[in-house]
């Protein structure tokens, strides 16, 4: 174990009976691009226009 306090202190706090490493931090993935708005409202509008249903 890299850090047996860690771990015994991680096991405490979860109330386990058994001493496990605490999980890795896990990477934030970065953000997607933008959404285009105003494409997605002109494609709603044209589809009320034509009598359909947005998705």
């Known amino acids: 174990m ?5 771990a ?3 096991s405490i706090a979860m109330g386990w009976t ?3 490493d605490p999980p890795a931090p ?3 993935p970065p ?7 105003d494409a997605i409202f002109a494609a709603i509008r044209a589809k009320r ?7």
């Not at 890299?2 to 860690?6: F, G």
């Not at 953000?31 to 708005?37: A, H, K, T, W, Y």
């Open 18 to 20: 058994g001493v496990f």
């Open 8 to 10: 015994v202190e991680h």
């Open 31 to 37: 953000p997607g691009p933008e959404p285009d708005l």
């Open 49 to 55: 226009q034509s009598g359909g249903h947005p998705p």
């Open 26 to 28: 896990r990477a934030i």
């Open 2 to 6: 890299p850090d047996p306090v860690a």
